[in-house]
């Protein structure tokens, strides 16, 4: 019995892909997503004609096309400095030439000069404390690892 049918590939047709549109979007740093979703294909489509279409995975076709559109964005920023844009030129100098603000100290003093007068009760009145009270500040100035502290509490309460 003779086969009637034709051979061919079975399922839908391969899709079409607008190249010059991926290498734009790879350019300007579009992800896959949103380059797929331009082009009304699944992830898997774009993947696949890559490999077909141009021999290469599409993370390294990406990365190829992806440096045009730096270039071409650090040439703009060039051309704009150049220009005239005072912004963009100092942008540029800091990040081409690493130029930078100068530094500014910034002192704070007190009258005439002198230190900031800073008024402190530094005696503890420990004699207001319970002696549970005491305990457990001193419990606490161990966890705190404060030795003179508790030195300091130790010969106040032995008085």
């Not at 290498?23 to 797929?36: L, S």
């Amino acid at each position: 019995m003779e086969n009637k049918h034709k051979k061919g590939k079975a399922g839908r047709p391969q899709a079409k892909i607008n190249w010059k549109l991926v290498d734009k979007r790879c350019a300007a740093q579009c992800t896959i997503r949103e380059i797929c979703a331009e082009l009304g294909i699944d992830r898997s489509t774009l993947l696949r004609a890559c490999k077909r279409e141009k021999r290469v995975d599409f993370a390294a076709y990406f990365r190829e096309k992806r440096h045009g559109g730096v270039g071409s964005l650090r040439s703009a920023q060039f051309a704009t400095a150049l220009g005239g844009n005072p912004a963009m030129q100092i942008w540029l100098g800091k990040q081409l030439l690493k130029q930078s603000e100068p530094k500014q100290k910034h002192e704070v003093g007190g009258p005439n000069g002198g230190p900031i007068p800073v008024e402190t009760d530094d005696a503890l009145d420990l004699t207001k404390l319970s002696t549970d009270e005491l305990r457990t500040y001193v419990l606490l100035l161990r966890k705190t690892k404060a030795p003179a502290a508790i030195d300091t509490l130790v010969k106040t309460e032995a008085k």
